[in-house]
């Protein structure tokens, strides 16, 4: 089955500075992946989506994230993080294959300090 | 955008009464409707994939008489949290699934509803 580990529960960034948050993929299939961001107490926003065109794959706020299928990882990085970017960030997997749902990891946390 | 209107956004009810919470795809039709569960401070947990006009598939260990899912049209999906205890407090969220039921049709999420069992 497939399954998106994040590294690191909690990442804390001075404003202006770059943004890394890490997810790794475990699939027997190339997969399709995204990532999301949380604010509290509401849903889930897009922030981009990678379904096996480009790999390196740009999103909203300045985000991006790159497949690297050697390292079966689906990064998250933003050059110049903003206090707005401090919120909780899920990336997920869906299989490419049938009517399957995302699974989602564990999420990381996204601090910004002034 | 395809907008997923989730209804209540938040609940408060007394342990032993049954809570229903809807989602509603508002300008798609949506076969395929996933529920899932936050706790705080932890990821969303698949519950069930609700498909229109029939019984909707469970995960292991959701509780299939506690928590009613009925899809009766395209556009609209309930959960029922019966006989809810505190330990049913939490975060859900649902996803609907725009066009065919098919992993390259894309996902909406609604806003959530945060239920507290007292």
């Known amino acids: 089955a497939q399954s998106v580990t994040q590294l690191g529960s909690h990442v804390s960034v001075s404003e202006g500075a770059l943004v890394l948050l890490r997810c790794n993929y475990s699939?027997?299939?190339?997969?399709?992946l995204f990532w999301y961001v949380q604010y509290p107490n509401q849903g889930l926003q897009l922030l981009l989506k990678?379904?096996?065109?480009?790999?390196l794959v740009k999103g909203i706020n300045g985000f991006e994230a790159e497949f690297k299928k050697s390292e079966t990882s689906f990064h998250l990085t933003k050059p110049s993080a903003h206090m707005s970017d401090a919120a909780e960030y899920f990336c997920?997997?869906?299989?490419?294959?049938?009517?399957?749902?995302?699974?989602f990891g564990k999420g990381t946390r996204l601090s910004v300090i002034a | 955008g395809a907008v997923v209107s989730q209804h209540p956004s938040w609940v408060i009810c007394k342990s032993g009464t049954s809570v229903k919470i809807e989602c509603r795809s508002l300008?798609?039709?949506?076969?395929?409707m996933f529920w899932y569960r936050q706790f705080p401070k932890q990821s969303l947990m698949l519950m069930a994939t609700?498909?229109?006009?029939?019984?909707?598939?469970?995960e292991q260990g959701v509780e299939k008489d506690k928590f009613l899912i009925n899809h009766a049209s395209l556009t609209l999906s309930t959960l029922t949290v019966t006989s809810a205890h505190p330990e049913d407090s939490s975060f859900y969220i649902c996803?609907?699934?725009?066009?065919?039921?098919?992993?390259?049709?894309?996902?909406?999420f609604g806003n959530g509803t945060r239920l507290t069992v007292t």
């Open positions: 996803s609907a699934r725009a066009g065919l039921s098919s992993y390259n049709s894309p996902l909406h």
């Open positions: 699939s027997s299939v190339p997969p399709y």
């Open positions: 990678y379904t096996s065109a480009a790999t």
């Open positions: 997920a997997v869906i299989l490419n294959s049938g009517n399957t749902p995302l699974v």
């Open positions: 300008d798609f039709q949506a076969t395929t």
């Open positions: 609700s498909n229109e006009g029939s019984k909707a598939t469970y």
